[in-house]
């Protein structure tokens, strides 16, 4: 593996121990020459591993081993921040992403509509994971218009997911907060957030209000818009 990209990488060291940072970038290097889907197994194979006796461990890199996921995000913004060209504003768009996924070992799944599939006049839905997407928009000197790099994704477990696990159901909207405040947190700065429709809503602009962070969104065309009450201020 390269130098430039070993220094990237060890930002993250830290948050883990040795043995589980060892087949961390073990995997990292598979997904980087791996073509097609990158299963672990497939990630394995192009590294000459396909015979590892012991090829489970590399699977509990991602739902056993201890290393913090919030932290991981917390240095990937620092490092894509690094990116930014002096005075250029801090833009992170959300979005939802959804992942086909079925079966009975995915407890979190749900129907929601398909963006791709769906038209104005027909509404497709699919059964997956629901995945809210934070990423930084960075102007890259290969390319004319800015990239949005992701930085910290959020699995919104469905409302049926959730009676069934016994957890209280939280929206959409809900988890975008949490995300902003931690955003906010890391950042202790300005910034500006983008988002669809479906963050055009008050509370979330409430917050972002209080959290100084600008939220631009699309509002209907019908949408009444008032001034704010004096016990809001």
């Given at each position: 593996?390269p ?11 830290p948050?883990?121990?040795?043995a ?10 598979g997904?980087?020459l ?8 497939s990630?394995?194979?192009v590294?000459?591993l ?38 250029f ?10 992942e ?10 749900g129907?929601?509509r ?12 699919c059964?997956?994971l ?12 290969w ?7 992701p ?12 009676e ?19 955003v ?20 979330l602009?409430h ?22 009450g004096?016990?809001?201020?």
């Open positions: 593996m130098d430039t990209i070993i220094t990237i990488l060890s930002a993250f060291a948050l883990m121990s040795s589980t940072w060892l087949k961390a970038t073990t995997l990292i290097k997904a980087l791996c073509r097609g889907p990158r299963r672990i197994t990630l394995l194979r590294l000459g396909s015979n590892e006796p012991r090829f489970e461990k590399y699977h509990r890199v991602l739902n056993r081993d201890k290393w913090s996921c919030v932290l991981c995000a917390k240095i990937l913004l620092g490092l894509l921040i690094a990116l930014l060209p002096s005075g504003p801090v833009i992170v768009l959300v979005d939802e992403t959804l086909r996924r079925k079966g009975k070992q995915i407890k979190a799944k129907y929601y398909d963006a791709v599939r769906s038209t104005q006049k027909k509404v497709v839905k059964l997956g629901k995945w809210i997407c934070m990423t930084l928009v960075v102007p890259l000197p390319n004319k218009r800015p990239w949005a790099l930085f910290l994704t959020v699995l919104a477990p469905s409302k049926q997911a959730n069934k696990q016994g957890r209280s159901h939280r929206t959409t909207v809900d988890w975008t907060i949490t995300m902003v405040k931690l906010t947190r890391w950042l202790k700065r300005s910034w500006i957030l983008v988002g669809d429709g479906a963050y055009a809503c008050i509370e602009g917050r972002c209000r209080k959290l100084n962070v600008t939220l631009i969104s699309r509002l209907r065309l019908d949408a009444c818009l008032y001034e704010l004096a016990a809001l201020f």
